[in-house]
């Protein structure tokens, strides 16, 4: 990363977060950035820290998608959240992104076949099937489980408690 790449960041969020201020009267500060985002996710909104964590290999691959659309869909979140309390891609974030005149596309297209995934699925088992679950849903399973409260989740379809096979996977 050199320091025009972080100058052409910061130039492309303080426009955003310039005409977000002007256009929704928001009494806020310049978010901040980092490059703290690993695997294969482009950018993250930290809403009520106002911080932009961007992944940096994903950026050096894809310079100019993220200057014209990732960082100004993270700002996006920034005042979606602040004007309309909206928490991710709602039609007040929805709203913002049509108002800095892009679509409202949630997800990237990036390739991340080069990126390194640490991800980690869990296997679970309910009545009906076996299901992968998230290292996030994982570590809440296991808290509550571990606070005697159950394990809180079942499946969709069957309805059953869904219960670790103690099997996992990094992909």
């Given at each position: 990363m050199n320091s025009q790449d972080v100058s052409d960041i910061s130039e492309v969020i303080t426009r955003s977060?310039?005409?977000a201020k002007d256009r929704y009267n928001l009494d806020w500060q310049r978010p901040v950035f980092n490059f703290k985002l690993k695997g294969t996710t482009a950018g993250r909104a930290h809403l009520r820290d106002?911080?932009?964590s961007i992944n940096e290999g994903l950026y050096l691959r894809n310079k100019s998608e993220f200057l014209k659309q990732t960082l100004i869909?993270?700002?996006a979140h920034l005042a979606a959240f602040r004007q309309f309390s909206d928490r991710g891609h709602g039609n007040g974030w929805k709203r913002v992104m049509i108002d800095f005149g892009l679509q409202p596309t949630r997800c990237h297209s990036y390739d991340v076949s080069e990126v390194k995934s640490n991800t980690k699925?869990?296997?679970?088992?309910?009545?009906?099937?076996?299901l992968e679950i998230s290292t996030t849903i994982h570590n809440r399973i296991t808290q509550r489980l571990?606070?005697?409260?159950?394990a809180g989740y079942s499946c969709k379809k069957c309805r059953q408690p869904i219960k670790f096979t103690g099997i996992q996977k990094t992909a």
């Amino acid at each position: 990363m050199n320091s025009q790449d972080v100058s052409d960041i910061s130039e492309v969020i303080t426009r955003s977060f310039e005409e977000a201020k002007d256009r929704y009267n928001l009494d806020w500060q310049r978010p901040v950035f980092n490059f703290k985002l690993k695997g294969t996710t482009a950018g993250r909104a930290h809403l009520r820290d106002n911080v932009i964590s961007i992944n940096e290999g994903l950026y050096l691959r894809n310079k100019s998608e993220f200057l014209k659309q990732t960082l100004i869909h993270e700002v996006a979140h920034l005042a979606a959240f602040r004007q309309f309390s909206d928490r991710g891609h709602g039609n007040g974030w929805k709203r913002v992104m049509i108002d800095f005149g892009l679509q409202p596309t949630r997800c990237h297209s990036y390739d991340v076949s080069e990126v390194k995934s640490n991800t980690k699925k869990f296997y679970y088992t309910c009545g009906c099937s076996r299901l992968e679950i998230s290292t996030t849903i994982h570590n809440r399973i296991t808290q509550r489980l571990k606070m005697g409260q159950g394990a809180g989740y079942s499946c969709k379809k069957c309805r059953q408690p869904i219960k670790f096979t103690g099997i996992q996977k990094t992909a």
